[in-house]
Every structure is written in C-alpha cells, then in structure tokens.
C-alpha cells in the first residue's frame, strides 16, 4: 500500500495570511494526487487534482504543486470560507489513501 | 447537474447485512469509474470501493475485502454497495462518489450528502 504522510495536522491561521500544506508518498505516485476540502457536516469538495490542476469553480487563490513523493497545497490568501479540513489523496494505486486531513482553524 | 443521492444507511447489529444505494443523476453511470469512501465519527477519510465502468473491474480496501460488494444497475443509473458481516468498526457516514474519469485513476469530482451506517447490538 502506497502510504501518505499528510502535514501539519492542525494549522491556526488568519485571514489574507498564505498557508501550505504539504503531502508525502512513500513511493512515487507521479501526479497522481488531489486535494480536497471538507467543512462540518458536509461532503468532501475536489479543489486540485493532478497534483496541480485547479478544479473548474474553485478560486484561483488555491494552487497545487509538487510531483514524485512530495506536494503542497496553497491557499495564497486565506478568505474566511477556507477555514475547514483538507485532504490529499493518491489515485495512482490501490487502495487509493488518503491523508489524515489538516484542519484549518482561525488564529 | 450531477448529483448522487445516497439510501439504505441505518442502525444495524454486528453481523447483520445492508445495501446502501446511491441514484446518479446528470450523467451516465456506465460512463465513469465509481467509488465509495466512508468516515467514521470524527475521523478521516476512508476509501472503500472502487469500480471501472468497461469491464466492470472491482477494488476493495482490505479491511471490507470478502464482506462487501460494489455493483451497478446500469438500467437505473444507481451504484450500490452490499456490506455483510458488518463490524462495529464499519460505524461510518458512507459517501457514493464520481471519478472523473472512466478509470479509476482520476479525481472524485462529485460526492454524495453522505448516509450513516451505524453497527451496534
């Protein structure tokens, strides 16, 4: 199984701030990698998939770098609808892992 | 507009059996690869099952291998999900959801609201 190591796990932050979160495999999943964002008692929402395509309707204000083993997510200035938990996600094998959620709270 | 309705959750005792459905709307089911993903109370997210619309290739997490079982009617555009000999530790909201692609391989760019299966006597 293809693990995915997924920091930090918490992050307090403020408004306008930039915020990275980042994203380890433990072998190369090429781009093979989404983030996703998930607020209480809602369904998980695709924002970048391929490691760094910007899904259609999510703010420019969100990007995805990184390939191999190693991706970020950021957020380049935090807007009060951000503050919620994210996820990555490996699509390159099974069974397709997720990180275990950074949860984004207001500082 | 796409959308996924999920049914068939419910409170169930250790052992028993339940089928979870989920009615696709605003696409064709047969077109695209389709997953579910579970969350236990409080937790993180937990890919289940997958399965490739051509071919009708199945994947299963290993912790559901040999107990569940995901399945289509083409004919009513709805994905389903069989799970027997359930354990406590399957206590989870379980989320139906499209791949963008008709491999596996892609994003889940839609989600269902999500149905909760609680096991417990």
């Known amino acids: 199984d293809i693990q995915i190591t997924q920091s930090p796990s918490s992050l307090s932050a403020s408004v306008g701030d930039r915020v990275t979160i980042t994203c380890r495999a433990g072998q190369s999943i090429s781009n093979y990698l989404n983030w996703y964002q998930q607020k209480p008692g809602k369904a998980p929402k695709v924002l970048i998939y391929?490691?760094?395509s910007l899904q259609s309707g999510v703010p420019s204000r969100f990007s995805g770098s990184g390939s191999g083993t190693d991706f970020t997510l950021t957020i380049s200035s935090l807007q009060p609808e951000d503050f919620a938990t994210y996820y990555c996600q490996q699509s390159y094998n099974t069974p397709y892992t997720f990180g275990q959620g950074t949860k984004l709270e207001i500082k | 507009e796409v959308q996924l309705l999920e049914s068939g959750g419910g409170l169930i005792q250790p052992g028993g059996s339940l089928r979870l459905s989920c009615a696709a709307s605003?696409?064709?089911?047969?077109?695209?690869?389709m997953s579910w993903v579970r969350q236990a109370p409080g937790k993180g997210l937990e890919w289940v099952s997958s399965?490739?619309?051509?071919?009708?290739?199945?994947y299963y997490a290993d912790s559901v291998k040999g107990r569940f079982t995901i399945s289509t009617d083409n004919s009513k555009n709805t994905l389903f999900l069989q799970m027997n000999s359930l354990r406590a530790e399957d206590t989870a909201i379980y989320y139906c959801a499209k791949t963008s692609t008709r491999s596996t391989g892609g994003c889940l760019d839609y989600w269902g609201q999500g149905t909760l299966v609680t096991v417990s006597s």
């Open positions: 605003g696409f064709t089911l047969s077109s695209y690869a």
């Open positions: 399965l490739r619309p051509s071919g009708g290739t199945t």
């Open positions: 391929a490691a760094s």
